[in-house]
């Protein structure tokens, strides 16, 4: 069956500027979590969503939103964007209902802030 | 805060070699997955343990729960330059389907 995929996989903005990213789940997965991935911070949680609904969240500002579908594909969404948002952002699928349920990443979406 | 260390942060060695990760942390954990990542994707699922001591075997690797549920272990036997990559083990937080990230160990089989 098809992987998680993320589009676009690239993307270059410029300070101020807000960008949404794309997550499609595995089939029959109705959890969608996103990560911020940077060098010197690791992989951190953004939030998790169920459903439809937000299940979790992250330390991160408001500026960081998401939401999901009916079809359980999820959209992230930056605002105002700062340099320090340059990162690998990962979404991850799983079954989502137990809290031990295999997460299954997607490639990746590399946004760089200009 | 709950956090996951992971130790060594970088490992160089040779084809041939045997290595251990560890991962630690002073929380219990639902759950611990370990990962390997290569430059431009995105983590792999290597294997999940979900019951103190439980040890799983895949190939040349083992994996390792700590009794406890807040350490694990990965041992790679006799490595090969394809063993590569960005090893991550992450915690599942008890009672939230949230997942915590180690800090990652970045391995360089060398040929």
């Known amino acids: 069956k098809a992987g998680v995929t993320q589009t676009p996989r690239y993307l270059i903005k410029t300070r101020g500027q807000q960008v949404t990213l794309s997550c499609s789940p595995i089939?029959?997965?109705?959890?969608v979590s996103w990560y911020q991935q940077t060098p010197g911070q690791g992989l951190q949680f953004l939030f998790e969503?169920?459903?439809?609904?937000?299940?979790n969240k992250g330390n991160f500002p408001g500026r960081f939103s998401g939401r999901q579908f009916s079809n359980s594909r999820s959209e992230m969404n930056v605002s105002t964007l700062e340099l320090g948002d340059s990162a690998l952002y990962l979404c991850?699928?799983?079954?989502?209902?137990?809290?031990?349920?295999?997460?299954?990443f997607g490639p990746g979406t590399r946004l760089t802030v200009l | 805060t709950q956090l996951l260390e992971q130790s060594p942060q970088f490992l160089s060695i040779q084809e041939g070699e045997n290595l251990t990760v560890y991962c630690n942390s002073s929380?219990?954990?639902?759950?611990l997955q370990w990962y390997r990542q290569e430059p431009g994707e995105g983590p792999v699922l290597l294997v999940t343990?979900?019951?103190?001591?439980e040890v799983k075997k895949l190939k040349r690797l083992t994996f390792q729960f700590g009794d406890a549920r807040k350490d694990s272990s990965l041992h790679i036997t006799a490595a090969q330059p394809g063993d590569t990559g960005l090893y991550l083990c992450?915690?599942?937080?008890?009672?939230?389907?949230?997942?915590?990230f180690g800090t990652g160990t970045r391995l360089k089989v060398l040929a």
């Open positions: 991850a699928s799983s079954l989502g209902v137990t809290d031990y349920n295999e997460q299954f």
């Open positions: 089939s029959g997965h109705r959890s």
């Open positions: 969503y169920f459903s439809e609904t937000q299940r």
């Open positions: 929380s219990v954990f639902s759950s």
């Open positions: 343990v979900v019951t103190g001591g």
């Open positions: 992450a915690g599942g937080v008890i009672g939230t389907y949230k997942y915590i």
